[in-house]
């Protein structure tokens, strides 16, 4: 009837044969066509790239977007899950560039567009097979035959169309603006891109000195800036003051006159009057005297507010950038003013040069400024400046070497900040002007707001604060790169009359284009460089050709499309994108709050104004066991088809519901991992296994009985009742998505199931025959076991198909044929017993704290003891009480409403916290403390309360249970124990009755112990053979009947040995002992 189930499993080797089952039977399949006319709950599957490797953060996001799916499919819902490739960008690029031995764009335009766009779509299935194994392995279910590929004709038609709507909304424009640019690559970045890409870096930031333009016979002067990019300096062509912040001329004690801001005067030229150099006798001497400064760093000659400074003409750094002003006509070298310089650092003064800064391009228009750019595309120095040539980076040291050879280098502070780097090729990235297609976010982004706000972000706070707020500050979308590989921009110019358009669809290219030789548009052409950049129009204005411009789009936006684009929207699936728009549901790390969370939400508002999701679970890093982020070269990093090979699937994703909040860190090591997978899943199927042994021996088949209600045990409706509280709690809390608090609910349901209701029960499975309780044992087992699997499947989908497969298939062949096709379990509420749980509860808690006494009195459970004392809130009767005298092996329990008489407690103030808090007061309230007489009802009063509250010198105090240092001395032959709901006090005094009673349940105890290591069956009768001491005989003489029946010995033979034989110690005493049937 019951396959054998051993308590050794191989988790990980029993995960391929349920595997192996669910792909045979098509399982994902039928759990998607067998609800197919149930109301729809949708999820969106952010796509990976499979050009890249899975990692172990992708096991947390697989385990989690695969659980919600799985528990609302139970929960009477459709839910398709279409998996979905990420597959252009940069990083496809930058990997083909490797495999053909070629760097930069120019050696891409040598070998060919076209070839290149192959081996890219070549090159993002590399790891196709290894994603798919990775999630099957992890038990993720996708539609994987059947995915959206973002470079699919069909996918990107549909982004056409969105881009044609923006267009037509006038969202989509082309500009001139300073815009991040990493030269590598050799393209801009859009404002989410950069987000992702910080790090912080030390480097070396310049405070200059600019020579003031002074008139004939006026002491020369200096504007101090300052600079964290000195290889823009060459393209400095103003300096920026704050107009409302206070300016000073000063004289240094260096011996130069300066002008900076006040507020910093003394961060920046203090040291001066400490500064100290080597004199030629090798000692320490100040550098600076301050004769002239009246012996400070500094002395004030006048002040001004910035608005004064406006217009000061200065000498410029470099000649080059004066002769590109000249050129232009236009004036530069002057102080300008604007409230974006803060007082937070520097001297006040900011250089600018609009070519490299947002800031500084803005401020350069305001005041029509000229424009000089001595850095190419490839972020070499360039012009007629000094350091041609160099890379930026490169250039920033000669830079200050040069300025300090001619006496304009001030400072050169080492300065830590976040710097910015590519987040594909990581190479650092500079503010560079150049012309762009933006979005323009900025006009939707109250829109934006106010759609996030109908989301349900966890935790609430990511979706508050760090979204929101980026939200409320968006920058107008950066959509183009000047790449290849990606989504070609649909727009079209004519180089004639500058006429603009956009397409948005294939038969509208094929409508209005002809290739460049005058042939039809083909109906299958390729929606990709250089195929589409072959494709001309006629200007509808000037009758000349228009080409596409050359720019293919932000791969963000081909994951932001996702919701419409994998389903060829608006061309086809028009339904089945109403159905499933927005998302219920998704989830993804929470760098994806700059990444696919704001592209969904962007373009969903742009184009629906709705948000794309209603629900939206944040994942936190997966760090190694020290905290630390893994990576390759650290050499913490975890392979995870290693970590699945090892431990399972189920155990993993157990470590990741449990582990902590989903949206924080998670401190990934085997330890962990492995506690898990032995507190609840090794529990689980343990319980199982005890099941299945007897029901086999009995041949019990569940399907013939049913529950005599009439005739259950209290332990039987007890059960029951948590059984059913446990069902309707978890499916609050993951309906609400709190998936920790949901799987809590389970890890102590199995735990009661196990160490409770069969623990307490076990004898009754032992009975001989079939009496009407032994049918309730099995019959309310079999219920707890297959209802709690039914509830837990969406967690652990492999452990219990397979105990579901052997509990309910071998005895129903009419059950579903899966346990992931069943319905989530339904709530009995008459089968709900509160008072009865609150009672148990009771028990259990009361049975915590009787075995702590207990080992604080070093008193062995199997010894035991005369008398307990409980202090209690939860009224027990007798049958509860038999209960906890036969767990903690007591002879009498005795509940009362007052324990002092067992113990006694005195107070001293925790100095740590009650010092801060009452300072003057405290040796007023040591004395108090000292002072209290009857420590027992202030401590009851603290407890009550929550504090105790009094008055030193007419002032009053209030002390937290934190505040106070509480020591409890106990009376005599008492131990106590408790908190403030229970108290128990046990009495460690010790008849030799009861020390005899304790030599004999050791003895069985080590007896039982020695029959399984005998592996001896549970069935099995024996002879007992003791070798001991005159005590030892002594004892078992004397209790022999009950020694027999507890091993099922049928015989005990004192002084003679055989069998399987070992030397033990019972309570001290050394006796050998032997097992044979």
């Known amino acids: ?288 005297s301050t004769d002239e400064t009246d012996g400070k760093a500094y002395v004030k000659l006048e002040s001004c507010k910035g608005t004064d400074l406006e217009g000061l003409e200065y000498e410029p750094l470099y000649e080059a950038a004066a002769a590109g002003a000249a050129k232009q006509h236009k004036k530069a070298h002057f102080i300008v003013v604007d409230d974006y310089v803060t007082m937070s650092d520097g001297t006040g003064i900011v250089h600018i040069a609009p070519a490299f800064g947002e800031d500084d391009g803005r401020v350069g228009r305001k005041y029509d400024l000229p424009f000089v750019q001595f850095v190419d595309s490839k972020g070499n120095m360039s012009g007629d400046t000094p350091f041609t040539g160099l890379f930026v980076k490169d250039a920033d040291p000669k830079v200050l070497v040069d300025l300090d050879s001619r006496s304009l280098l001030f400072s050169a502070p080492k300065f830590e900040h976040d710097y910015p780097f590519c987040w594909r090729c990581d190479t650092p990235l500079i503010y560079y002007a150049r012309e762009s297609w933006f979005i323009k976010m900025t006009e939707v982004s109250e829109r934006m707001v106010a759609n996030n706000n109908t989301v349900n972000w966890i935790p609430e ?181 290693e970590a699945l090979e090892k431990f399972g699937a189920d155990a993993i994703r157990w470590y990741f519901y449990t582990n902590s909040q989903p949206w924080l860190p998670n401190r990934f090591h085997e330890g962990a991992v492995m506690e898990g997978q032995r507190k609840f899943m090794g529990t689980l199927w343990n319980t199982y296994a005890f099941y299945t042994l007897y029901a086999e021996i009995d041949q019990f088949d569940p399907t013939k009985y049913s529950f005599d209600t009439n005739s259950l045990t209290v332990m039987d409706k007890w059960l029951l009742s948590k059984l059913n509280t446990a069902v309707k709690v978890f499916d609050q809390n993951l309906g609400a998505y709190k998936i920790p608090e949901a799987a809590a609910v389970l890890t102590d349901f199995v735990d009661e199931l196990s160490n409770w209701y069969v623990r307490r029960c076990r004898e009754r499975f032992w009975a001989k025959g079939m009496e009407q309780d032994k049918i309730n044992a099995y019959m309310t087992l079999y219920t707890a076991l297959t209802t709690i699997c039914k509830v837990a499947a969406p967690m652990v989908p492999f452990l219990t198909e397979s105990i579901y497969q052997n509990l309910v298939r071998n005895v129903d062949k009419d059950a579903p044929i899966s346990i992931h096709l069943c319905d989530y379990p339904e709530v009995d509420e008459s089968l709900i017993d509160a008072e009865l749980e609150a009672s148990m509860e009771a028990v259990l808690a009361i049975k915590t704290f009787g075995s702590a006494a207990r080992n604080t009195a070093n008193i062995k459970n199997r010894q035991p003891i005369a008398n307990m004392y409980v202090k209690s809130n939860v009224e027990l009767n007798e049958f509860y009480i038999d209960i906890i005298k036969d767990e903690l092996n007591i002879k009498n329990v005795e509940f009362k409403d007052d324990l002092s008489a067992f113990s006694s407690y005195t107070f001293k103030p925790q100095l740590r916290t009650v010092g801060p808090k009452y300072g003057k007061l405290l040796g007023g309230i040591k004395e108090y403390l000292t002072n209290i007489e009857d420590g027992n009802a202030a401590y009851a009063k603290l407890k009550e309360e929550g504090a105790l509250k009094f008055e030193v010198n007419g002032e009053p105090v209030e002390l937290l249970e934190e505040d106070l240092l509480i020591d409890v001395a106990e009376s005599g032959d008492y131990t106590t124990f408790g908190d403030n709901k229970y108290t128990v006090v046990i009495d460690t005094k010790l008849t030799p009755e009861l020390i005899e009673e304790g030599f004999v349940r050791e003895i069985i105890s080590k007896v039982q112990t020695l029959r399984k290591e005998a592996d001896f069956e549970v069935t099995d009768h024996i002879t007992l053979y003791i070798a001991g001491s005159d005590k030892i005989s002594e004892i078992v003489t004397r209790n022999a009947d009950k020694i027999k029946s507890s091993v099922l010995a049928d015989y005990i033979k004192l002084g003679s040995m055989a069998g399987f034989t070992k030397e033990l110690d019972i309570n001290g005493e050394e006796a050998t002992f032997g097992v044979a049937k």
């Not at 899975?54 to 919600?68: A, C, F, N, S, Y």
């Not at 196709?128 to 959206?148: H, I, N, Q, T």
């Not at 948000?611 to 190694?624: A, C, E, M, T």
């Open 1 to 288: 009837m019951y396959d054998k189930v051993s308590t050794k499993l191989n988790f990980a080797e029993n995960e391929e044969k349920v595997l192996k089952f669910w792909n045979e039977e098509k399982i994902f399949e039928k759990s998607i066509d067998e609800k197919k006319d149930l109301p729809t709950y949708t999820f969106y599957d952010g796509p990976p790239t499979a050009n890249g490797m899975p990692h172990i953060g992708h096991v947390l996001t697989r385990v989690i977007k695969d659980m919600i799916p799985r528990y609302q499919t139970m929960k009477g819902h459709k839910v398709i899950r279409k998996a979905g490739w990420d597959t252009h960008g940069l990083p496809v690029e930058l990997e083909v560039e490797k495999a053909i031995g070629i760097d930069g764009k120019d050696q891409i335009e040598q070998y060919g567009i076209e070839p290149f766009i192959s081996k890219c779509k070549e090159s993002v299935w590399k790891y196709k097979g290894l994603w798919e194994r990775f999630s099957g392995k992890v038990g993720f279910w996708a539609d994987m035959d059947d995915p959206y590929v973002t470079y699919h004709n069909d996918y990107i038609e549909s982004e056409w169309w969105a881009l044609k709507k923006i267009w037509d909304m006038g969202l989509l424009y082309k500009g001139f603006k300073v815009v991040p640019y990493c030269p590598r690559c050799g393209t801009p970045l859009s404002s989410h891109e950069v987000a992702q890409g910080y790090k912080k870096v030390k480097e070396r930031s310049a405070v200059v000195r600019f020579k003031a333009k002074v008139a004939e016979g006026e002491e020369q002067y200096y504007f101090l800036a300052w600079t964290t990019t000195p290889w823009t300096l060459p393209s400095n062509l103003a300096l920026c003051v704050n107009p409302e912040e206070t300016y000073c001329k000063v004289k240094a004690c260096d011996g130069y006159t300066y002008v900076m801001a006040e507020a910093l005067l003394d961060t920046v030229l203090g040291p001066l009057a400490e500064e100290k150099v080597k004199n030629d006798a090798g000692e320490m001497v100040l550098k600076y």
């Open 461 to 641: 706070g990511i979706g508050q604060g760090r979204f929101g707020e980026w939200l409320k500050n968006v920058q107008d979308w950066g959509l183009s790169r000047d790449r290849y590989w990606g989504t070609p921009l649909n727009v079209w110019e004519c180089a004639d009359c500058g006429k603009r358009d956009t397409i948005g669809s294939i038969a509208e290219l094929r409508e209005r284009g002809k290739m460049e030789d005058g042939s039809e548009v083909p109906e299958d052409i390729e929606l990709h460089r250089p195929f589409v950049d072959g494709v001309v129009l006629t200007c509808p204005d000037c009758g000349k050709p228009m080409r596409r411009v050359p720019e293919v789009i932000d791969c963000w936006f081909d994951s932001g499309a996702m919701p419409f684009a994998q389903w060829h929207y608006p061309f086809e699936n028009k339904e089945i994108f109403e159905e499933n728009f927005p998302a219920d549901f998704i989830s993804e790390a929470v760098d994806q709050t700059r990444g696919w969370f704001y592209s969904l939400m962007a373009i969903s508002t742009l184009l629906f104004d709705k948000s794309p999701y209603k629900n939206v679970i944040v994942l936190g890093l997966v760090l190694d066991e020290d905290g630390q982020k893994m990576s390759k070269s650290k050499g913490n990093a975890v392979d995870p088809m």
